[in-house]
């Protein structure tokens, strides 16, 4: 089955800088790649996607890039604000799979005031 | 629209004893699931359905039953509760590739 490994599993960032978290997939056959944030107490909510055909995607402050060759796909945020804290899950999928999710670990991103 | 709705929020149970959890969702959404979410490990999937009268196994099924009840509502029952499965668990349904996720249910086995 699909394996989706994500680095890093904490990260801190002062206010205003960049943070960027990596996922890397195993499936080459995979072709969906969402990501989701997850709040405290919350359920996880999705943020960005990205599909096989597309190499970026941006949304405001947050954009995804894929590399299909190498198998690995990337959040950037940009413009970090204390809202961003929370844990990002990036996901991969495919659709004779029925678009089932396969999830990273999970990073804990901390935005310093 | 309340979305996903899950219920109960918390509970702790013996091990050994049962219960269900229930998920209910007012999008219309053909595909509905169960996920569990542990420290470390993200989220893997227990139980899927596609659509009403269907329900496929997912990474982690053993000790869990599931019964997809209409188009709204899915349910996943743990029959002997044992502490392995103290997690969070999270229904989700979908349109498509999106999937909405309820608020999980917190269970504690002791």
């Known amino acids: 089955g699909e394996n989706v490994e994500q680095h890093p599993s904490t990260l801190s960032v002062q206010e205003g800088d960049s943070a960027v978290i990596k996922c890397t997939y195993s499936?080459?056959?995979?072709?969906?790649f969402p990501w989701y944030k997850q709040e405290l107490g919350k359920g996880p909510q999705l943020i960005i996607d990205i599909r096989s055909n597309v190499g970026e995607k941006k949304d405001q402050r947050i954009a995804v890039t894929l590399n299909k060759t190498a198998k690995h796909f990337s959040l950037h945020i940009t413009e970090t604000q204390p809202e961003d804290s929370a844990v990002y899950f990036c996901?991969?999928?495919?659709?004779?799979?029925?678009?089932?999710?396969?999830f990273g670990a999970g990073t804990t991103v901390t935005v310093r005031a | 629209n309340a979305g996903v709705t899950q219920t109960p929020k918390f509970q702790v149970l013996k091990t050994g004893q049962s219960m269900t959890l229930q998920c209910a969702q007012d999008?219309?959404?053909?595909?509905m699931y169960w996920y569990r979410q542990d420290p470390g490990m993200g989220l893997r999937l227990i139980y899927y359905s596609a659509s009403e009268g269907t329900t496929d196994k997912g990474e982690v099924p053993n000790g869990y039953n599931v019964s997809r009840l209409n188009k709204r509502e899915f349910s996943l029952r743990l029959e002997s509760a044992a502490p392995s499965q103290t997690s969070v668990y999270f229904c989700a349904s979908s349109v498509g590739n999106e999937q909405f996720f309820g608020p999980g249910t917190r269970l504690t086995v002791l």
């Open positions: 499936d080459s056959a995979s072709n969906y």
């Open positions: 996901a991969a999928s495919k659709r004779s799979n029925d678009y089932k999710l396969s």
């Open positions: 999008m219309n959404h053909n595909s």
